[in-house]
Every structure is written in C-alpha cells, then in structure tokens.
Nanobody, 117 residues
Framework: QVHLVESGGGLVQAGGSLKLSCAAS????????MNWFRQAPGKQRDLVAT???????NYADSVKGRFTISRDNAKNTVYLQMNSLAPEDTAVYYC???????????WGQGTQVTVSS
C-alpha cells in the first residue's frame, strides 16, 4: 500500500509563493508518473503538473511559467513550487501517483491553498 502525504499549503497574498511537498511511503522512482491536481469548491479536480519517471514535466496552461514540479528520489518526495499566486489558484491540492503496468492511482489527502486578493 502506498501512502502520500501532502504539506505546505496555507494562506498567502496574491503574488506570493508557496511550496507544496508530497512525501511517499514507497520509492517514487517506481511510479510511472507523479502528479499534482487541484480542486476548487464546486469544480472538478484538474491536473496541474506532471513529472514522469524519466523526469519529463508537463503543466496546465493556467500555471505554465509560474509553477514548477520537481522530485527528490532520495527523499521519496515530490514538490510543487508555486510563484505569482493568484486568487484563482485557491483550491485543495492533491498529490497523485500512478504505477507502471496497471496504472493504479494513489492519492494523498490534499492540502488547502488559499490566495487572498
């Protein structure tokens, strides 16, 4: 069983920065990809950023140039550096891991990010 634990959320003013962390109970190098999703109240959960096992990254258009996903394999941790935050970035942010072969998804419990104007 894989456990993902997010941290680093909080309240920040518009234009500020936060860095989210996702600590995995297992070796993250064993996952096909690790992702950050977010879900605002009343909206669907959307993909924000992806980092693959090979290190490739991809971002939603809304966060390109502002957010950076990275990982530290030695610490089994994935990060999301968020800069130039705006009120529309307010959401619960979820870490997600996808396994090879079966593409099983694992989710963290989420961390709240609130950006005030």
């Amino acid at each position: 069983q894989v456990h993902l634990v997010e941290s680093g959320g909080g309240l920040v003013q518009a234009g500020g920065s936060l860095k989210l962390s996702c600590a995995a109970s297992g070796n993250i190098f064993g996952f096909k990809a690790m992702n950050w999703f977010r879900q605002a109240p009343g909206k669907q959960r959307d993909l924000v950023a992806t980092i693959t096992n090979g290190g490739s990254t991809n971002y939603a258009d809304s966060v390109k140039g502002r957010f950076t996903i990275s990982r530290d394999n030695a610490k089994n941790t994935v990060y999301l550096q968020m800069n130039s935050l705006a009120p529309e970035d307010t959401a619960v942010y979820y870490c997600n891991a996808v396994t090879f072969i079966t593409s099983t998804n694992y989710w963290g419990q989420g961390t709240q990010v609130t950006v005030s104007s």
